[in-house]
């Protein structure tokens, strides 16, 4: 048997190896005795391996068969009877191999050796001899009589290689074919067909791989044998060749055999037809047998590259044929390929094209390219850009549109979107490779509303199989639009109006977000401000909140008027969509990089849309012109709701409150446009405002229109910077008020009255309002500044967001001339109690009435009671932070004194108690505990952001303090933040950061020392305030760990602002008789910490008090020795020795310069030091880390009176009971002194 034969025969397709190891788990499977499962799990392994021993057999069976005929040829090459040239076999092997310069360059080899023997060949003589000579294979009929052996020989045996599975052997031996064909017309084209069809014949006997292989085979040869341009020659030697018929007749037949042929086969005839004339494509490839039938089956049989095949000829030959009458009108139109009908023909070639998936099958490409050639989508896209129309020698606009149309309708959500998983994915494929070249205007007919709900559906179902696939289609989405703001433009109304406004929500994803931060163009965003536009006004759906409108049976009048009943919400689908619309348009402007005068026209047509829909209604029909803007407005045909209005007011003032912060001058102001605007309107008699107006609501409507227009006018002409920033802001807040007026009817009316009383003041303006005698009110009144306050507290609590940032900017340049008494009621409001607050009655000496920061001398920081301490004698716990208490029943926190509202009048406080009225009726009609904590938590927070602007621009001021400390009282009364966290630790930070860390301090002689001496003892009073815990309890609950967290951030704050309140004394350079009450009141302290266990105050804290400030520790020198002297606590006495070096290593720092200066106070404290030392070796400690301190600090009074030459007479001074004692207790320490005074 031949080793051909013998290798096709234990050759087994890799489908019935693996059939024979995959065996499926089934439930009869799953009930078999695991012993049994090993049998066969053994049997099936007996079984790969007996496979791959025989493969590894015939790989060395085929190895040696080669090197076999690699002598045979080599040696009948070199015969000198042949006289032909030598030809290497070898280049048969590099042809096979993986890499393509490898397979190029051994083709090149064969070429150029085999022309060589055929020109040698052609020149022999006898060539019977070297016919008979030695053969490399069996003498057969194959046609290639003019051709050498070698050449005979390498034509055959690259027929067979292209059959070979193995490595790249196919590709290889097919460009070898095609080089060769090519390089050697000897080889005739009949010769070759009937060689490939007897080398590769597939018979009854073969299956599975082998047969597939022999198929391929045949594809990959006819491939080569079109690409080496054969046919095209034999056609221009003659035009009745009937090889190209023959050659284009057995390609569709091999098609037909299997469908995994039918694509490769097509492109090689597509090849063909390319090197071929027309007449040859007409004439010979048109006349193939088979190729008609082929065409008329192609739709029954849902084939797509007959299609493929069909469009490309036509496209070719440019003339009709009834050939192409079952998938091409007859006679072809571009606009009769896309009509519905004949769409609708090739819906099973165009669902069958997913076999080729994830590839796009190549008939789409050309669909869409026929679809949207490339001068209609450039064209198009620059007709809307430049709105010009496009050119007559292109399809126009609205052809293309109806032909997308239609293939929209027909192909994408008839025939793929709801279809399979599969054709849904092809439909996301064929979208993107026509998004590039899709005209912009046409992106909505693309983008429909079946597509937008199948995108939707798939994205948010994580778990679908086409969410990646749909995710990387928006990726591409994305970066298709990422320079092209029409087409972003276009993408974006199409996503939004098919989901109701809805997608990013629905799919979880940031797709219309992102896309809306990219516009860089003008215009651009004004075609996207058009487009929403026209969404907005859009009839949709009928609203389903009810309505008391009647409206006419005239379209073109309507009553456009909104009921003023409050609105339950947005629940129709337009009014969702609707309410999207107008909360983006001023998105647009917040990534937006223009020039100021470019983003200022933006901002006017967003503006101009918020004022007429939010605003205005039309009273006869949906459509007013103003001839003085030139301009036409509309309204939607069925009126919004008052809830879309009341969004359209609001980002029209977010809208204000934006331009307002940029601040772009004069020429670019959008409130000055906005207020003309809003004139203009006012004055067309057919507008109207969209809510009738009270009285006193329209009465300040027109005064705040009259003020502006007047404050404006005083801008332009004004010319200090100051006044300009100031009329710019009381601007800003009128229209904030103007707006807020029409947004919250009969809340703000008598607000904006004391406003614009206050810009009379302020600007000396009486002469365009009817003041009906109130200057006469005015006269005598409280100040400017203080109705300001007023005004501006007022305005607070109900306040948007945009307008607290108005009254932000007139207290930030009105607040330098503010009052003690308007700085009083905003504390006032800090200080207010979340919680009402329980009194217990109190001694006159234990309350302490001028208590500015509200801290009782014996009073504790506590979680739940207070109670008194337990007495022991016993000295172990070393008096440690936390100080444990017997619960005492019925004894509750005292309320901290509020001295702030003493000194302010009973106007001031009826003023005072209006604002925290307001916060406490609001919605009073539901549960109001939490609605009212929660206002009036808010209402804090606004004041502190004023308090904050206040101390940003005024930080030396003397009214610095009075801030102080009411902030230090609020933050220290548990009932001022009772519950929120954030208000605690905004007053926190406004303390640290505005002023105890502050660059600047108060400062000059309104700085009273009294004053900062009441404010030290309070903050050392605080400072040394211990935390009780319950000494039940084993663990911190949660609630004490807060409590504790607070007194830990109580405590510091006491620390800092010891340090900030020395700083002011040191700064005013006050002499030592003077300061005299500073000193007692350290000593107070200091006593308190000798005398009593509650006081636990920290003794770093008071040794960085003397390092910071030496002169207050020279001061206390003595006194601190004499308390540690006399102290009965041990622990306090130790403890207290580092205050003393501190003192006295501060002392020597602060005379280096003057030696003799630190000598003189050691000298005058000698006696004191002496009996010191006498009382602490004395009475020297127990524990041995007690006793270790005692002799640490006596070798380093040693050490100093040794540098300043005291030692002899500190001897001296210390009795000789003290000196036994130092010997036993110092030993060489004290030694080492006397012997130092001995010598």
Not at 684 to 694: F, G, H, K, N, T
Not at 803 to 811: A, D, G, K, L
Request: charged share 30%; glycine share 4%; proline share 3%.
């Amino acid at each position: 048997m031949a080793p051909g034969k013998k290798m096709k025969k234990d050759i087994k397709s890799d489908s019935e190896i693996e059939g024979t190891s995959c065996v499926p788990s089934t439930p009869l499977l799953n009930s078999v005795k695991s012993m049994e499962r090993k049998k066969k799990k053994k049997g099936l392994e007996k079984e790969r391996h007996r496979i791959a021993l025989e493969n590894k057999e015939r790989r060395k069976q085929e190895a040696f068969e080669g090197k076999r005929n690699e002598n045979w040829v080599s040696v009948a090459s070199s015969l000198p009877s042949s006289g032909l040239p030598e030809f290497h076999i070898s280049v048969f092997n590099d042809l096979a191999s993986a890499n393509a310069s490898v397979r190029q360059a051994a083709a090149e080899t064969l070429v150029m050796e085999l022309r060589e023997v055929q020109k040698a060949y052609e020149n022999v003589g006898n060539k019977e001899v070297v016919d008979g000579g030695l053969q490399l294979e069996a003498e057969k009929d194959d046609g290639l009589d003019n051709c050498a052996p070698s050449v005979r020989y390498a034509v055959r045996r690259l027929i067979r290689g292209v059959s070979s599975s193995r490595v790249c052997a196919r590709q290889g031996f097919a460009l070898g074919l095609t080089v060769l064909v090519g390089a050697i017309p000897n080889i005739r084209v009949d010769s070759l067909l009937k060689l490939i069809v007897d080398s590769l014949e597939v018979n009854s006997s073969m299956k599975g791989q082998e047969a597939r292989d022999c198929l391929l085979g045949r594809l990959f040869s006819y491939g080569a044998l079109a690409r080496a341009g054969r046919l095209r020659q034999e056609w221009l030697s003659d035009k009745d060749t009937p090889y190209i018929k023959e050659f284009t007749s057995v390609l569709i037949s091999l098609a037909s055999k299997k469908r995994y042929l039918q694509e490769p086969a097509v492109s090689i005839l597509l090849n063909l037809i390319e090197m071929l004339p027309n007449d040859a494509v007409v004439n010979h490839v048109l006349e193939a047998p088979g190729l008609k039938e082929w065409f008329e089956g192609a739709n029954d049989a849902g084939n797509p590259d007959a299609l493929l095949l069909a469009l490309k000829m036509r496209q070719k030959i440019t003339v009709d044929s009834m050939m192409f009458s079952k998938l091409l009108p007859y006679p072809f139109c571009t606009s009769k390929l896309f009509t519905v009908n004949h769409l609708s023909s090739l819906t099973n070639c165009l669902k069958e094209s997913t076999f080729c998936q994830p590839r796009v099958h190549g008939l789409w490409p050309v669909l869409v390219n026929i679809l949207l050639p490339d001068n209609i989508s450039q064209d198009s896209n620059g007709s809307i850009r430049k709105h010009k129309k496009s050119r007559k020698s292109v399809p126009s606009d609205e052809d293309v549109a109806t032909n997308l149309r239609c293939f929209c309708e027909v192909v994408f959500e008839v025939s793929l979107l709801s279809s399979s998983h599969d054709r849904r994915r092809l439909a996301f494929d064929v979208l993107l490779l026509m998004l590039p070249r899709l005209p912009a205007s046409c992106v909505p007919i693309v983008v429909s509303c079946k597509f937008v709900q199948c995108l939707m559906d798939i994205l948010s179902t994580k778990d679908s199989w086409l969410h990646k696939v749909a995710e990387h289609f928006l990726k591409e989405l994305l970066d298709t639009v990422r320079d092209d703001d029409i087409r972003r433009v276009f993408i974006i109304v199409s996503l939004q109006k098919h989901s109701n406004g809805r997608f990013d929500c629905i799919t979880r994803t940031k797709t219309v977000k992102d896309l809306m931060t990219g516009f860089t163009t003008e215009c651009g965003c004004k075609l996207f401000i058009q487009e929403l536009t026209n969404m907005f006004l859009d009839e949709g759906p009928g609203s389903d909140e009810p309505s008391d409108q009647s409206q006419t049976t005239d379209d073109n009048s309507e009553l456009g008027s909104v009921d003023d009943k409050d609105s339950a919400g947005i629940t129709a689908n337009s009014d969702l969509l609707k309410s999207w619309v107008v909360e983006s348009l001023p998105c647009i402007l917040k990534n937006l990089k223009l020039d100021p005068e470019a983003k200022f026209r933006v901002q006017k047509e967003v503006m101009k849309f918020l004022a007429v829909q939010g605003l205005f209604s039309a009273s006869l029909g949906t459509e007013v012109t103003s001839f003085e803007l030139q301009e036409k407005f509309k309204w939607p045909k069925a009126s919004i709701s008052s809830a879309l209005c009341r969004i359209c007011i609001e980002q029209l003032q977010l809208l204000l409150s934006d331009a307002q912060k940029a601040g772009d001058g004069l020429e670019n102001d959008l409130g000055y446009y906005f207020m003309r605007f809003l004139s203009t309107l006012c004055n067309i008699p057919s507008v109207s405002l969209v809510r009738a107006l009270s009285y006193e609501d329209d009465k300040a409507f027109n005064n705040l229109r009259a003020m502006e227009s007047r404050l404006s006018r005083e801008e332009r002409n004004c010319g200090p910077r100051t006044d300009v920033d100031k009329l710019h802001a009381l601007r800003y807040l009128l229209i904030q008020l103007l707006l807020q007026v029409l947004l919250r009817p009969g809340e703000f009316s008598e607000s904006a009255s004391e406003l614009i009383i206050c810009c009379r003041k302020a600007f000396d303006v009486h002469d365009f309002l009817d003041s009906s005698g109130e200057d006469d009110a005015e006269n005598g009144g409280p100040e400017l500044i203080d109705v300001l306050v007023d005004t501006l507290l007022s305005l607070l609590p109900q306040s948007t967001a945009p307008m607290r940032y108005s009254i932000e900017q007139v207290f930030k340049y009105f607040c330098e001339d503010i009052s003690d008494d308007g700085l009083l009621r905003m504390l006032r409001v800090i200080k207010k109690d979340l919680k009402p607050s329980r009194r217990k009655d109190v001694d006159g000496d234990d309350y302490d009435d001028d208590d500015l920061l509200g801290i009782e001398e014996a009073d504790e920081f506590e979680e739940d009671e207070v109670g008194e301490p337990a007495e022991s004698g016993d000295e172990k716990t070393d008096d440690s932070d936390a100080v444990v208490t017997v619960d005492a029943a019925g004894e509750q926190v005292p309320e901290a004194s509020d001295d702030s509202d003493e000194g302010m009048d009973d106007d001031a406080m009826f003023r005072m108690d209006s604002y925290l009225a307001r916060i406490f009726q609001e919605r009073k009609s539901q549960a109001g505990g939490d609605n009212t904590h929660s206002q009036l938590v808010l209402f804090k927070l606004r004041v502190l952001s004023l308090l904050d602007i206040y101390l940003h621009k005024n930080p030396g001021k003397p009214q610095v303090l009075m801030i102080y400390s009411n902030l230090v009282q609020a933050f220290v009364n548990p009932h001022t933040t009772e519950g929120n966290e954030q208000l605690g630790e905004r007053i926190w930070g406004i303390l640290q950061k505005k002023i105890l860390k502050a660059e600047v301090y108060p400062k000059g002689e309104a700085v009273q020392l009294s004053t900062l001496e009441s404010l030290l003892e309070k903050s050392l009073r605080l400072a040394s305030r211990p935390f009780k815990k319950k000494k039940s309890a084993a663990n911190l609950s949660k609630k004490q760990s807060s409590s504790w967290n607070k007194f830990k951030k109580i405590n510091t704050v006491a620390q800092e602002s010891t340090y900030w309140i020395l700083k002011i004394i040191d700064g005013r350079k006050f002499c030592v008789s003077e300061l005299h009450g500073v000193f007692e009141i350290f000593q107070n302290a200091l006593s308190a910490f000798f005398d009593s266990k509650k006081s636990q105050l920290k003794t770093n804290f008071v040794k960085e008090v003397f390092k910071r400030r030496p002169w207050v520790g020279l001061n206390l020198l003595r006194f601190l020795i004499e308390k540690i002297s006399d102290a009965k606590s041990e622990f306090r006495r130790v403890e207290a020795l580092e205050l003393l070096l501190e003192i006295l290593k501060s002392s020597t720092v602060l005379s280096e310069s003057n030696p003799d200066e630190s000598r003189k106070i050691l000298k005058h404290h000698l006696g004191n030091i002496s009996h010191l030392v006498k009382e602490m070796v004395m009475r020297m400690p127990e524990k041995q880390s007690r006793r270790a301190e005692v002799r640490k600090f006596c070798g380093k009074i040693f050490q100093m009176l040794s540098t300043h030459n005291l030692a002899k007479s500190f001897l001296k001074t210390l009795e000789a009971d003290a000196q036994a004692a130092c010997e036993t207790h110092l030993g060489d320490q004290f030694l080492a002194l006397k012997k130092a005074v001995d010598q």
